[in-house]
């Protein structure tokens, strides 16, 4: 499995000139806890296998198109097979060679536990989740320090942030080969333990510019980004980077919130304008500033990637006040609150506190309570980076290469009617096979 991260300084634009999938400025994230938001993959490689094939969310996806993911999938499988290492024994004897290992075609099977392409950066979570398990399963050792973070970018550029758990900046580089454009961890999930985060859904459904041409367009059009990337970021992202270092709740809190505001400025520049937020989105923006007005201090920071979903980040001792807060304005569509998080102790806990009248009155100036604007509320907190899992947690089926039945029905139940897991192919994984489980190589010798 591999995490989700979301960042508070924001990268948004590729360089076009080095190519490559690198940005035109630096960036920075906080990993967030996989026990709460993951992408989940396995993969197996078997000389029986035809083509390369990907099911996403039960959904099986195009491997050999023309598609942007298409091709950057593509791109990180040639990087790992080009890396790949002889698979050896408990006693050092080689069961597989490296050119016969990357010759063989894999099965990949993904999902996500969190809503796709919805602007919570579940792409990165999940080539990130790719890459890794990859590693795995070729055997790989990285020929310079994040060189995975590297290949990872190239599927999707925040990936290479989600390989690295706490506080992560994504340095956009200079080299015309581009492998200084690496994510560096700067402090890992230990540093800041009382850091947490609150996430409303606004909408679940895949956002109407995806970020790849949304970049595109705001590079040809937006003199506002380009005086971001040369003039604004790298003084923000040192400024961002200390306050993280020195734990300084309330300039980490200032800068989210002034980077997220610039970075939907320059979506506003582009030409046409890129609508990310909706109105639900900016009467969150000014729930938070009036609670951080009746605190008397920065106690909560919105920030919002490519779309209407907000993450607020705070502390654990303003966590529930600001939840209770939050659910008087965005309240749970039952009297229970099980389908409506995934921390329903929480949420039931944060129901019941009193709210100070004022922090209602200022409030109410803002929004009158209203049922279904927020779909969910997911609470979570900083993570660590990618989890090997065990044999059991496997979404491929390591006797014949295809998606698990029951885990394609699972995904269609919770993530919709996607027609996953094509019919099974019993020859597959006859001979020597390899599966590598969310990061656990598996080696099955099998005789013909």
Known sequence: ????????????????????????????????????????????????????????????????????????????????????????????????????LASYKVHVASRNTFPTAAGLASSAAGYACLVYTLAKLYNVKEEFEGQLSTIARQGSGSACRSLYGGFVKWVKGDKKDATDSMAVQVADEAHWPELRAVILVVNAGKKDTPSTEGMQT???????????????????????????????????????????????????????????L??????????????????????????????????????DQDRDELLAYMLHFFPAPSLSVDSYTNKPELLRKARGLPLDAGLITAGEAIRTPAKGDVKMIYCTSTGDGPRTLELKDSLIDPTTGMPLANEVQKWQQTLGSGKGGCPVNHRAMLGTAFAATAGIALIRHLLR
């Open 1 to 100: 499995t591999a995490p989700t991260n979301i960042a508070v300084i924001k990268y948004w634009g590729k360089d076009e000139n080095r190519g490559l999938n690198t940005p035109i400025n630096s960036s920075a994230s906080v990993t967030l806890s996989q026990d709460d938001l993951m992408a989940q993959t396995t993969v197996a490689a078997s000389p029986d296998f035809t083509s390369d094939r990907l099911w996403l969310n039960g959904k099986e996806e195009d491997t050999a198109g023309d598609g942007t993911h298409a091709k950057r999938l593509r791109k990180c499988l040639a990087e790992m097979r080009r890396l790949a290492r002889d698979r050896v024994d408990s006693e050092g004897k080689v069961v597989c060679k490296a050119a016969d």
């Open 218 to 276: 705001s590079v040809a059009t937006s003199p506002l980004l380009a005086f971001r990337a040369k003039h604004v970021v790298e003084a923000r992202l040192a400024e961002m980077e200390a306050a993280y270092k020195k734990r300084d709740f309330a300039t980490f809190g200032m800068l989210s919130m002034q980077d997220s505001n610039q970075f939907h400025a320059t979506c506003l520049d582009t030409y046409p304008p890129i609508f990310y």
């Open 278 to 315: 909706n109105d639900v989105s900016r009467q969150a923006i000014r729930l938070v500033h009036s609670f951080n007005e009746c605190k008397g201090r920065v106690a909560a920071a919105y920030t919002f990637d490519a779309g209407p979903n907000a993450v607020i980040y705070c502390l």
